[in-house]
């Protein structure tokens, strides 16, 4: 039976490598449609987290995952010798940037070698880890072909096809989000196509992974960069004395040629702070200076520098200074509603104030803990009724929604709104960005 017949009658066996943010939904999603599912990890404990149906992702309800784990559609394994049994393979593993900025694509090698290592003929291996154009043609590529043994589009498939996930988003899933296809040969896109087509409404193929590798970091560049131009704007106005936030929100009443970004403390998460460093990476190696890119990151890697000069605003119009302030953090995950740590711009501005001296605690009713500047933070309780006179002042950093803000005016001297959660509300004791 060749690979797409499989595929359409759903005898395929899937697997996915690397059962985080990206992997664990796109498991589910395959095995809710019928098929097995083998998802493989080097974390053994998530793994028998997902093999007891105990879902450690938000936008999967361990409901869900429970019901294809008892039914046998899904099952987690370390043992990377399994990949033998799979049909198609779907990489989504990290894909960090190192700390000169680089790219850091060892993860994806690594799970090369092993499907290499535990290669079965005929499979289909889709890249889905954001990366820089050329990866999965130059660095995939020679791998499997194993030096002219195996040939892409006969011997197996080769794509890129990008994860476009937005975590804590209840509108679009990976069901109803178009999927990006680029395959090395009309084949590959061709099988490719047809396996996520049994899974979202809208497959999208294009010509070339490089395409397709690039689909996702211009989606994140124009991102970064819309963000980077509203954070330029925020400081201006500021200085201007105009209201940013009521800016956009006008602007936005435009119904065609304007799209809102907001400003904030920061980028945070995966993939806005890092992905355009692949593509500007990239082009650099082809002498080609990306400065919007740059730009970008210059101007939101300094928003957080920009929330300490508020912060230090604030307290002295309370003839207060940062040094021994007691200050509260609300919010420390990236964005609003996940529980999600990486990247986020509470962490740069929790070192930046721990360096003015400041005593540091936050509350986030998604993140119980985590440990910073060598020591472990727990979350503050700020229940009604509990104790908010030790600090002497809060910062909003993330706008989660189950927050009692107004609640905090009254418990509280002094708060800088980097988020605009006390949107139309003016009060002596509120400081905006
Ligand atoms: N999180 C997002 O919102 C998002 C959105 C779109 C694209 N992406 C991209 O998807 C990729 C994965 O991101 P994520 O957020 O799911 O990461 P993650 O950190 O949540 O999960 C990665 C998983 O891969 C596992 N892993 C690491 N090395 C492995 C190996 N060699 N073999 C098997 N498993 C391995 C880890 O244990 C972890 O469970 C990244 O390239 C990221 O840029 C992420």
Not at 270 to 284: E, F, T
Not at 297 to 313: E, F, I, K, S, Y
Request: proline share 6%; aromatic share 8%.
């Amino acid at each position: 039976m060749s690979l797409i017949d499989k595929i359409v009658s759903r005898k395929a066996v899937v697997g996915v490598i690397g059962c985080g943010y990206v992997g664990l939904p796109l498991a589910v999603e395959f095995a809710k449609k019928g098929f097995q599912v083998i998802a493989f990890d080097i974390d053994a404990p998530r793994v028998d987290q997902i093999n007891k149906g105990d879902s450690y992702i938000p936008d999967v309800p361990s409901s869900e995952l429970s019901e294809v784990t008892k039914s046998g559609h899904l099952i987690a394994t370390t043992d990377f010798k399994k990949l033998k049994d799979v049909d198609t393979v779907s990489i989504c593993v990290p894909t960090p940037l190192r700390k000169t900025r680089d790219p850091d694509i060892s993860y994806i090698v690594k799970s090369l070698e092993s499907i290499v290592a535990n290669r079965k003929e005929g499979q289909l291996i889709v890249l889905e880890s954001t990366t820089y154009p050329g990866t999965t043609r130059e660095v995939m590529l020679p791998e499997l072909e194993e030096k002219g043994k195996y040939k892409v589009g006969q011997d197996f498939y080769l794509a890129f096809s990008p994860e476009r996930v937005d975590p804590g988003n209840q509108t679009h899933s990976i069901f109803n989000t178009p999927k990006v296809v680029g395959g090395i040969t009309p084949t590959c896109t061709r099988a490719v196509s047809e396996l996520y087509g049994t899974i979202v409404t809208k497959v999208v193929p294009v010509s070339s992974p490089e395409s397709a590798e690039m689909v996702k970091l211009l989606e994140n560049t124009f991102r970064s960069v819309n963000i980077g131009l509203v954070n330029e704007l925020a400081l201006m106005s500021h200085i201007l004395n105009v209201n940013i936030w009521e800016v956009i929100e006008a602007a936005a009443t435009k119904p065609f040629g304007f799209m809102p970004f907001f400003p904030g403390p920061g980028l945070g998460g995966h993939c806005i702070p890092i992905d355009p460093h692949y593509l500007s990476w990239k082009a650099k190696q082809s002498g080609f200076e990306a400065r919007f890119i740059e730009l970008a990151g210059v101007v939101n890697g300094a928003m957080p520098h920009h929330v300490l000069t508020r912060v230090n605003d604030a307290l002295n119009e309370h003839s207060k200074c940062l040094k021994g302030s007691r200050i509260l953090i609300v919010g420390v995950a990236y964005k609003k509603n996940v529980n999600d740590l990486r990247e986020s711009p509470a962490l740069d501005l929790m070192v930046l104030l721990e360096q003015k001296g400041v005593i540091l605690e936050y509350t986030d009713p998604y993140i119980s803990s985590f440990n910073l500047l060598g020591r472990e933070f727990h979350s503050a309780n700020i229940a009604p009724g509990t104790d908010l006179s030790r600090f002497d002042a809060a910062i909003v950093v993330t706008d989660h929604t189950n927050v009692d803000y107004l609640g905090l005016t009254q418990r509280l001297p002094v708060i800088v709104d980097t988020r605009n959660v006390f949107k139309g509300i003016t009060n002596s004791k509120i400081f905006g960005l």
